[in-house]
């Protein structure tokens, strides 16, 4: 989709549109922010549990018109608390962008009247720059239904298309359809037949994401699924096979996190979140299906920033580890691995099939280096092993001038496809203190290391 110019509209107060885009896409950081939900318990007794990470995380938030201003900066603040990449806004025509995208982020809407103005776009500019936005009506009945101050048929979107720092574009929505009430037609489906016509178009440039209130309750027969399924517009709700009420309405579910693309961007997890508004927040943490496809990626942790920069290293080794299909092998190569959250991994990866060997250049072994040797053994594969490197061993590896630590992982055919370079040892210090990874797909280092780790297993 050919990026467009910023017009004049889109710029704020203070700091510009333009200039912190460019400034946030400087900003270079690694992987997404958690979305602040509690992780699951720990797989053994007095072990902290590691926290869920997704690439994304979005929020969709209805702050009701009528609170007072106080109010709706507490409920703006509990959004953003939760550091979301993107938050689609409803009901704020009115509401102030610097309150609702302060420093960190950005905000679209199309400010050329208070329909248009209701459903804005706000985004993480150290994550995301935008290269295409625009407004779309959904629905245009004119005229006030009995009662009503406001003509609530008059419905428009926006939309924002955006670059992450990894190079991938996501197109996020705002959505707020009008409700069902007297004096006025049902415009549920003539909205969503507008909505997807808009998805369809944007689709093109990558995955889709539209939050919004959609004024009818999930399970009812109003809800119209015939309209969304064929356009592979899908709630989390459906994705994760379960739902909750979204605010105060006599326990309905109206407020929804769609995604379109769903081979690309898949759903970890969602949940609500109490506001002062009558609708409660609803979060949705989504990651990539595949990671790009590169010759080499570095990957830098930082023990001083948030939960996924600190984890970014470690997270990063899950991830390959965790793409070893059945019949694959992991290889690891170290001095020490100490680490619990990696030998959970590890130990999974042998139960599903994946060919688990290790090479430890230390003596003793350690009670997490035990328990894994242990558990991989119960695995009941020939193939996998957790070893000591004796001193031939070790000698033939410091000679090598290896890193720290060395993995390798590979298909069912038995080659080895990509090397992962850490500087540090595998315990607690990938955590808290700076480390560096390297991944590479480049055949003659794969080769390289493939050859190393197999004279340090013959040793």
Not at 22 to 30: H, M
Not at 169 to 176: E, F, K, N, P
Not at 262 to 272: A, C, F, G, T
Request: one cysteine or more.
């Amino acid at each position: 989709m050919p990026a467009r110019a910023l017009p004049s509209s889109a710029r704020r107060c203070g700091t510009g549109w333009v200039g912190r885009a460019l400034a946030g896409a400087l900003a270079a950081t690694l992987l997404a922010i958690p979305a602040g939900v509690a992780p699951a318990g720990a797989e053994e007794p007095g072990v902290p549990p590691e926290p869920a990470l997704s690439d994304i995380t979005m929020v969709q938030a209805n702050i009701y018109t009528g609170l007072s201003v106080e109010n709706f900066q507490k409920d703006v603040a509990k959004v953003l608390a939760l550091q979301p990449d993107f938050v689609t806004y409803n009901e704020t025509h009115y509401r102030s962008d610097a309150v609702m995208a302060p420093d960190g982020y950005d905000i679209w809407r199309d400010t050329s009247n208070r329909f248009k103005a209701e459903t804005p776009v706000a985004w993480r500019t150290d994550r995301w720059t935008p290269i295409d936005h625009g407004v779309h009506r959904i629905s245009n009945w004119r005229g006030k239904p009995p009662g009503r101050q406001v003509e609530l048929g008059r419905r428009f979107v926006n939309w924002v298309t955006l670059q992450g720092i990894d190079g991938r574009v996501v197109s996020v929505v705002s959505a707020h359809v009008a409700p069902l009430v007297n004096g006025m037609p049902d415009l549920l489906r003539r909205s969503i037949k507008r909505l997807v016509a808009l998805t369809d178009t944007l689709s093109a440039a990558g995955p889709v994401l539209v939050g919004g209130d959609f004024n009818v309750h999930y399970t009812s027969g109003r809800y119209p699924r015939d309209l969304l399924e064929p356009h592979g517009l899908t709630p989390t709700f459906d994705t994760l096979g379960n739902y909750f009420p979204t605010g105060d309405h006599h326990g309905s579910t109206i407020d929804y996190v769609y995604h379109q693309g769903s081979e690309e961007l898949v759903v970890d997890r969602h949940y609500p979140v109490e506001l002062k508004s009558d609708h409660d927040a609803v979060v949705a943490g989504l990651s990539w299906a595949d990671d790009l496809e590169s010759e080499s990626t570095l990957v830098r942790s930082n023990p001083d920033g948030d939960a996924a920069e600190r984890l970014s290293v470690l997270r990063a080794i899950k991830r390959g580890i965790k793409r070893v299909e059945p019949g694959g092998a992991v290889r690891v190569v170290t001095t020490k691995l100490d680490l619990f959250a990696l030998r959970s991994t590890l130990r999974k990866a042998a139960e599903r099939g994946v060919a688990v060997r290790i090479s430890l250049v230390r003596k003793p072994l350690t009670d997490v280096e035990r328990k894994l040797r242990k558990q991989l053994k119960a695995s009941g594969q020939d193939a996998t092993w957790l070893r000591r490197c004796r001193k031939v061993c070790a000698q033939a590896w410091a000679a090598a001038q290896p890193p720290k630590s060395l993995m390798l992982t590979g298909d069912a055919t038995g080659a080895w496809t990509t090397r992962y370079d850490v500087e540090r040892l595998l315990t607690s210090s990938v955590i808290e203190r700076v480390t560096q990874l390297s991944m590479t797909s480049g055949v003659a280092e794969v080769r390289e290391a493939g050859a190393l780790a197999r004279r340090v297993a013959d040793l």
